[in-house]
């Protein structure tokens, strides 16, 4: 690994990360319908489908966004909330049939397998839903910030919609089967996953409060070289990762023919990128004290892992 990956800011993401996931999992817990109130198939689907694992990588992010600008406060909550039920929403949506049909995500069934398939389109639609009606709701905490909602609202669905992760997944249905340049692999990343990161560094820093735009500019770049890194290790965890830590099935890209970085770089250029993305990541943070250096850790962390 480069020099650049300083040793002290792993060992401060691994010190914060289970506190930072915990307390994502709190709120998303709060923020959820409980499974027992009407209509509860469709509650206890929803549940499912957000409380079942994963990484919480994007809340995680909006945490440590605001730990960077030097907030911790409960303000940082409903973008967490958001941020996270907009990815559990894409990945329901994403494993359907239609889609990408896929039988395991965090190595369970997938929504549609656990309940059917009607009912993944209308969890898919619910947590979407769920995820504005949670970032625009005034709080104790952002009760008498009604504009720094508005402008998350807006990084939200500018990052969900066509010319963010939806124009992104309409881009990777396209291309399967097809060959795509370098280029054109990036530019589908940087919608279809990328968009999202950034979000959760953009929202993380609009609830902090007014923020220097030099600082919002080099945290957007943080956020879309680790985007990156981070798409290109998963294409990387596809050919070579394990299943059992992945929660999928392992070569399901290149079963379907979709077009990897892997297969246009080959493996070892792709893991030099990734490498190459996550320290430009934490190079754009150079202006940003150790509060930041969670963020320093998690771009490491994104090609280090194995699920």
């Known amino acids: ?118 009912t993944a389109i209308l969890v898919g639609d619910a947590l979407q839903s769920l995820a504005f009606e949670t970032l625009a709701r005034p709080s104790e905490a952002n009760a008498d910030s009604p504009a720094a909602r508005a402008q998350m ?52 820093a609009l609830a902090c409060g007014p923020v220097d735009e030099r600082l919002l500019s080099a945290l957007d770049r943080y956020a879309k070289c680790v985007g990156l890194a981070f798409q290109i290790h998963d294409d990387v965890l596809d050919v070579e990762g394990d299943a059992t830590a992945l929660g999928k099935e392992q070569g399901a890209d290149a079963a379907r023919d979709k077009p990897t970085y892997p297969s246009i770089l080959g493996l070892r250029q792709s893991r030099e990128l990734a490498e190459g993305l996550a320290a430009d990541a934490i190079d754009s943070l150079a202006d940003l004290d150790s509060g930041a250096d969670v963020l320093r850790g998690l771009a490491a962390y994104c090609i280090r892992r194995q699920g």
């Open 153 to 204: 609202v807006a990084a939200l669905a500018r990052a969900v919609g066509s010319r963010g992760m939806v124009g992104g997944q309409a881009i990777d249905l396209s291309a399967v089967g097809r060959k795509l340049d370098a280029a054109e692999l990036e530019d589908m990343h940087i919608h279809k996953t990328g968009a999202l990161i950034r979000a959760s560094v953009q929202l993380g």
């Open 1 to 118: 690994m480069s020099d650049r990956f300083d040793p002290t800011t792993i060992e401060a993401l691994e010190e914060a990360l289970p506190r930072l996931r915990e307390r994502a999992e709190r709120a998303l817990e709060a923020a959820l319908p409980s499974g027992g109130s009407h209509p509860a198939r469709l509650h206890e689907a929803m549940r499912y489908s957000v409380l079942g694992g994963g990484k919480r990588m994007r809340p995680v992010l909006v945490y440590a966004t605001g730990r960077a600008l030097g907030y911790c406060g409960s303000a940082l909550d409903a973008p967490a909330c958001a941020v996270e039920m907009i990815h559990a929403y894409s990945l329901v949506h994403d494993d359907l049939p239609a889609m990408d049909d896929d039988d395991l995500r965090r190595g369970q069934p997938t929504c549609h397998r656990a309940y059917d398939e009607p």
